[in-house]
């Protein structure tokens, strides 16, 4: 098993109850390791949520991770995965000054070439929207930046397997 510190997405396969992300954010905190990225949705199953979690971490490390997290009563399964096995994007939003929009031909050249879209515009800013990976956000971030950036936040990733997952028919069972 390889010691190489490499990025691993979790997915965890919930019971829908109060106080679970605190706990299992302990597992992490408890190990020293840094959660990169956290999302919380609804599964595909209703009354299931899931919880998509990025760290960099050993293997080694992300099994053990694993069976901690499968150990909550509420936890219905847990998996990792590598950036290799998923499909994944991150979203995120900026606010900026509306007359940078009219007045500046690079910021329109940026949006256009960033695949960004602009949300709403009035006259005191404008907001783009921009999903993708990581760096192609990071690299966004750094070109708007040079024109002052109001707000900005960004997503936790969210992913889907390349391959099929056992866990909806597993779900369904759950749910009878």
Not at 30 to 41: A, G, Q
Not at 135 to 140: G, K, V
Not at 142 to 167: H, N, P, W, Y
Request: with cysteine; charged share 30%; hydrophobic share 40%.
């Amino acid at each position: 098993m390889s010691k190489e510190l490499k990025i691993y997405t979790v997915s965890v396969y919930t019971e829908n109850n109060i106080g679970l992300l605190n706990r299992i954010s302990a597992i992490f905190q408890r190990r020293h390791i840094n959660i990169e990225s956290i999302n919380s949705s609804v599964s595909e199953i209703a009354g299931v949520s899931k919880f998509t979690i990025v760290v960099k971490v050993t293997e080694e490390q992300i099994k053990k991770i694993i069976g901690q997290i499968e150990k909550q009563v509420e936890v219905i399964k847990a998996y990792y995965h590598s950036d290799e096995e998923t499909i994944y994007q991150e979203s995120c939003l900026f606010k900026i000054k509306s007359d940078l929009l009219f007045e500046e031909r690079q910021i329109q050249n940026i949006i256009k070439e960033s695949n960004a879209r602009i949300v709403t515009v009035n006259k005191e800013f404008f907001v783009l929207e921009k999903s993708g990976r990581r760096q192609e956000i990071e690299l966004l971030y750094r070109e708007l930046s040079v024109f002052g950036i109001m707000q900005f936040t960004r997503s936790g990733r969210i992913a889907v397997t390349k391959d099929e997952m056992k866990i909806s028919t597993m779900l369904e069972a759950f749910q009878h």
